[in-house]
Every structure is written in structure tokens, then in C-alpha cells.
């Protein structure tokens, strides 16, 4: 199984996984809620960016202060804890 560090890694590369490693990396979601808190954070910051993209135009504040708001509801929703150690 490999560790919250290495998911944290794997997440945040977006690199194609062999099947066995994306196996390795469903399972250990399911059960380590850290490492899934951080992969729900980083969807949210990736759609945002996507979003920000497609526009290609110039993003009014109020719209950011939108995705600061809505970003800062889900993280205490969800418990910010991005930099979390390994729990061994
Ligand atoms: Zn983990």
C-alpha cells in the first residue's frame, strides 16, 4: 500500500497510472479520508482553472471572491487539512 505521501504525489501529478497503481490508488481513498479530502480539494482548484481557461477572458473580482467563498465553505466542510503526515 503506499503511503499518504506518495498518493499526495500521484494526485497532484495528473500523470497516466498503470492499472495496478490506479487499483493501489482507489483503494487507498477508500480508505484513508485524509488523502480523500486532498483529492476533492484538488478537483475543485482544477475545474476552477479549467473554468478560468475556457473563458479566456478577463474574470471579474466579484467571480473570484465566488470561488474564494465557495472554495473557503467546502474546506471547512471538509476539514482543510492539505498538508497531513502519514499516520504510521
Ligand atoms: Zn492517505
Partial sequence: ??????????????????FYKKVQLHIHLILCSQ???YKKQLDLITTNMKKLYEKKTAVSQAEIDKWKESY?????????????????
Avoid: W, Y
Wanted: include cysteine.
Fill in 1 to 18: 500500500m503506499p503511503s499518504c505521501k506518495e498518493i499526495s504525489t500521484i494526485l497532484s501529478s495528473h500523470q497516466e497510472l498503470p
Fill in 35 to 37: 488523502c480523500l479530502k
Fill in 72 to 88: 473557503q465553505e467546502f474546506l471547512i466542510q471538509n476539514g482543510a487539512n492539505v498538508n497531513h503526515e502519514d499516520k504510521k
